[in-house]
């Protein structure tokens, strides 16, 4: 069996959460969704949990920080192609969210842009060819 992450992002807003998330690709599983998460699927093996502030104060008693403000964490997923990477970054445009609050990364055989969500929760969109990445790093 493949591993799977399902990375947990407290939210503000949970119905605001679903709806970006939905229009940047994901889709809601409403088996493992209420009035208090979302489990947002990106792949077989990628899952965004979106919980309210007071469902992820079940998980632990750590100040949740202002991702807007403070960071704690960049995610990262994998593109197929360096336009997927532009596309999924133009879709969140769309839906509200941030664009490139990171650098854009163009390195030939790698690119990567980012987005922020409307609680300023960081993904970045990376795509690479292989084949270039080690002959680049043999060189």
């Not at 069996?1 to 994901?26: C, Q, T, W």
């Not at 990477?85 to 030939?108: C, E, L, R, W, Y």
Request: a negative charge.
């Amino acid at each position: 069996m493949s591993k799977m992450i399902f990375v947990n992002l407290p939210v503000s807003d949970l119905p605001r959460a679903v709806a970006f998330y939905e229009a940047v690709g994901a889709t809601k599983n409403p088996q493992f969704s209420d009035d208090t998460a979302a489990c947002m699927v990106f792949s077989d093996t990628i899952h965004a949990m979106l919980l309210t502030h007071d469902k992820y104060k079940q998980f632990t008693s750590k100040t949740i920080v202002d991702a807007k403000t403070s960071s704690e964490v960049l995610i990262c997923v994998s593109a197929d192609t360096r336009d997927e990477v532009d596309a999924i970054v133009n879709k969140a445009k769309a839906a509200g969210g941030g664009v490139d609050p990171t650098p854009t990364q163009d390195f030939g055989f790698m690119y990567g842009r980012s987005y922020e969500d409307p609680d300023g929760h960081i993904w970045e969109v990376m795509w690479m060819d292989m084949a270039a990445a080690e002959a680049a790093m043999a060189t």
